[in-house]
């Protein structure tokens, strides 16, 4: 339920997007869609995993402080290494705590990369991961990002 909420508000973000920017007729890149490798739609396959709350309770501060630092880190390295094109958390408090989207094309391929998170070792999240069809221009996502960002998220 959560994902179908996700897409549906990701689809309607994107057309309103569309709808309310005035955008030229561009025309078709096929060196860039083959680099981000889009089919004819401009699509391709992602993997996303959907991070919830674990088993682990941790109740010194400053265990918590480093495992949300080390998870952060983490993030950005995956980023980095360009297997993490989106990821952040959810605001509602609720059991799903947060959203990764791996450029990957296999659950188990996600699967180690989701494992490497230090807040998922310790038990303290747990993860769902499901197939996923969107743009291919989401790993460009990273390079506008770093033009935005004033600060770091682990500063």
């Not at 339920?1 to 689809?11: K, N």
């Not at 993030?75 to 958390?89: F, H, M, Q, T, Y």
């Not at 699967?111 to 197939?131: M, N, Q, V």
Request: proline fraction near 3%; charge should be positive.
């Amino acid at each position: 339920m959560v994902l179908l909420t996700l897409a549906s508000a990701i689809l309607c973000i994107s057309a309103h997007g569309q709808a309310t920017q005035k955008i030229s007729p561009i025309k078709f890149d096929p060196e860039l869609a083959q680099k981000l490798g889009a089919d004819e739609h401009g699509m391709k396959t992602y993997v996303l995993a959907v991070l919830k709350t674990g088993k682990a309770r941790i109740e010194d501060k400053n265990k918590i402080n480093n495992l949300q630092t080390a998870h952060l880190k983490n993030i950005i390295r995956l980023s980095e290494e360009g297997k993490l094109v989106l990821a952040g958390p959810f605001l509602d408090g609720g059991n799903s705590r947060g959203l990764y989207v791996f450029d990957v094309r296999t659950i188990e391929e996600a699967k180690k990369l989701t494992e490497t998170d230090p807040a998922i070792r310790s038990g303290i999240f747990e993860f769902e991961l499901y197939l996923w069809y969107g743009s291919a221009a989401l790993p460009e996502l990273t390079t506008i990002h770093m033009k935005i960002q004033k600060k770091s998220i682990v500063e």
